[in-house]
């Protein structure tokens, strides 16, 4: 499902979470532009507001903007879409963010004075776990987050 509007109705939210439930796991594409990201961090927010975990909701938020912002800045040129995906499992919320970029990022240990460089050290620091996998046309960043 392709989402063109920055306004998630709880239409829009049932019909694509009952494609599949927490386990199962929900997935959106974006287009590549500067509103991928307040667009996913909606979106995110909506579905786990549904899935009943609100604890989570603002790291998943942090988490999401960062991966996203990447993914669309990586992908304009082509013009391809940025997908998002989430899943519970086993007490993780697993965050996919995907782009049909096959450049995999590179974690920085900025300092102080680095105006850029911050986005996935801070989804590292915040994440259980994440990495990357790369598939046909593109790849997937990925970041594990504790969840009741």
């Not at 009952?18 to 307040?38: D, E, T």
């Not at 499992?89 to 102080?112: A, K, M, N, W």
């Amino acid at each position: 499902m392709t989402l063109e509007t920055p306004v998630f109705t709880a239409h829009q939210v049932e019909a694509v979470m009952a494609s599949g439930g927490k386990n199962q796991g929900v997935r959106v594409s974006f287009p590549p532009k500067p509103l991928a990201a307040p667009m996913s961090r909606m979106f995110v927010t909506d579905v786990l507001q549904q899935w009943h975990l609100p604890d989570v909701v603002q790291d998943a938020d942090a988490v999401v903007t960062e991966l996203v912002s990447n993914a669309a800045a990586a992908s304009a040129a082509a013009g391809t879409d940025v997908t998002v995906g989430l899943r519970v499992e086993q007490g993780s919320l697993f965050i996919e963010v995907g782009d049909q970029t096959e450049t995999l990022p590179v974690l920085r240990y900025p300092t102080l004075e680095d105006p850029r460089g911050w986005g996935l050290f801070l989804v590292a620091s915040m994440s259980q776990r994440w990495g990357t996998r790369q598939q046909i046309g593109g790849k997937i960043i990925w970041s594990e987050l504790a969840c009741a």
